[in-house]
């Protein structure tokens, strides 16, 4: 007899996920968490690891999206939501977008 799937259950542990995305200047990133929280995310670093050196260009930088609970640019690459959380800064009121 066959047992009965159980339901997938929401994230209950683990980091949030993305729930919105927008390029600010430079290679920087503000992302909305589904847990309230705005941060920025500095992508830079990542511009001189293999393919992450064609978002060296703005026109590639500025097609990132929100793809599932993640971030994905327009050729495929993306991260994932626990590393954006992790190398992420919380974004203070009175900044704004930079």
């Not at 066959?2 to 729930?19: I, L, M, N, Q, S």
């Not at 920025?40 to 060296?56: E, H, N, S």
Request: charged share 25%; hydrophobic share 35%; aromatic share 10%.
């Amino acid at each position: 007899m066959p047992h009965p799937t159980p339901p997938v259950a929401e994230r209950t542990v683990g980091y949030p996920g993305v729930k919105s995305v927008e390029v600010a200047s430079g290679h920087l990133l503000i992302i909305l968490f589904d847990n309230g929280e705005r941060r920025v995310f500095d992508a830079a670093p990542l511009l001189t690891v293999g393919r992450f050196k064609t978002l060296a260009s703005p026109e590639v930088f500025g097609t990132v999206r929100v793809s599932f609970d993640t971030i994905e640019w327009e050729n495929g690459l993306d991260l994932d939501p626990e590393y954006l959380y992790q190398r992420s800064e919380p974004l203070e009121a009175d900044q704004g977008e930079r």
